[in-house]
């Protein structure tokens, strides 16, 4: 079992920047961020397979949104700047020990462990 805790959301308005957190209790072959904004499904928005590194985003927050990890805090972030309205959802951290799955890792199903979520609010 993998528990894992997000923090950092709040609420900014256009333009500014927040930085999420999520603490995990086990090392994970793939660490995710999602979101969900009400009356929507829940969408992929970065991941990164922490042994190498390797990190994708959806086109939407590229360039925009950074993942990160400290391994040694077990520790995962999102750095999210320049942050639209649109951005304003319920943010969840995701965690996988899989090595391998044939779903693609920025859908939902791929992963295993979920947080609670931290809501993040972008006014205009």
């Known amino acids: 079992q993998v528990q894992l805790v997000e923090s950092g959301g709040g609420s900014v308005q256009a333009g500014g920047s927040l930085r999420l957190s999520c603490a995990v209790s086990?090392?994970?072959?793939?660490m995710g961020w999602f979101r969900q904004a009400p009356g929507k499904e829940r969408q992929g928005v970065a991941v990164?397979?922490?042994?190498?590194?390797?990190?994708r985003y959806r086109d939407s927050v590229k360039g925009r949104f950074t993942i990160s990890q400290d391994s040694a805090k077990n520790t995962v972030y999102l750095q999210m700047n320049s942050l639209k309205p649109e951005d304003t959802a319920m943010y969840y951290c995701?965690?996988?020990?899989?090595?391998?799955?044939?779903?693609?890792?920025?859908?939902?199903?791929?992963?295993?462990?979920w947080g609670q979520g931290t809501q993040a609010t972008v006014s205009s």
């Open positions: 995701a965690a996988d020990r899989r090595a391998y799955s044939t779903v693609d890792a920025l859908d939902p199903r791929r992963f295993t462990y």
């Open positions: 990164m397979y922490t042994g190498s590194g390797s990190t």
């Open positions: 086990k090392w994970s072959y793939l």
